[in-house]
């Protein structure tokens, strides 16, 4: 291997028919109670990128997506007639869950993994990937939430993660789900008593398998937090959802808990937001 990147550089002029769009809505006029998000739904890369120079099953793996995710998502939407949005393609091309500022945002490794055509990515290139496809996903959202927060009821945000049940060859995640937020838990106590009806053995992690650390992600900080909006990442163990049926299984478990809490303990307040800078 030598020191040229050797892969084509994004360029949106040669985004075509056979390439998704940036994200896909779902729901635009559902209830307002929740709005979700999917970060991280799709493995797709742009068709002329040559898939980052990765081997192919390197884009099957979770560091391509979260496994499941989407499915979730998807059912989430429609159980709770709920406005959702799905980015549309992998998080190894530009990843929106991190601000553009990140070392992360084009990450250049990823669970062992090299990525190719990440190696040398100019401001332009970076800015180009942003523009057509991370952009697009977070304006749409904003835009949604600033219509619903006009209206009758706050929303909940709601963002949907899957995470692997190993990372870097570490030690077996136990949890079955995660909820993690950063400075406003109000979601959490409701929401593990919820799950721990439906659920009586289930293994929550609080804060893990990951914490929210306001200036390395961003659509909690941004879309929840950034707005003093009621909300919560929930992240969800890939070997749970990894087929149609365990998908179903646990979006129904997440839609009710989701649910049940929001009538008991709602409706939720804006409160003041902790803004980060960018
Ligand atoms: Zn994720």
Redesign the pocket.
Known sequence: MTDMRETPPFDPARLDTEDPPPFTRLNPDGRPSFVLT???ASRAVPGHMDGLGLAAGDLSRHIA??IG?AEVTRQLAERLDAPAFLAGYS?LVIDC?RPLTSPTSIPTVSDGSEIPANRDVSAAEAAARADALFWPYHRQIAGTLDRLVAGSEIPIFV?V???TPQLNGGDARPWHIGLLWEHDGRLVAPLRAAFSSLVPDICIGHNQPYAIVGPSDYSIPEHGQNRGLPHIEI?IRQDLIDTQEGAELWAGRVAEALESMRTEHGPFEMLTPVKHNP
């Open positions: 999917c970060d991280h997506w979260d995710a998080r869950n963002a993660h899957s995470f992240e």
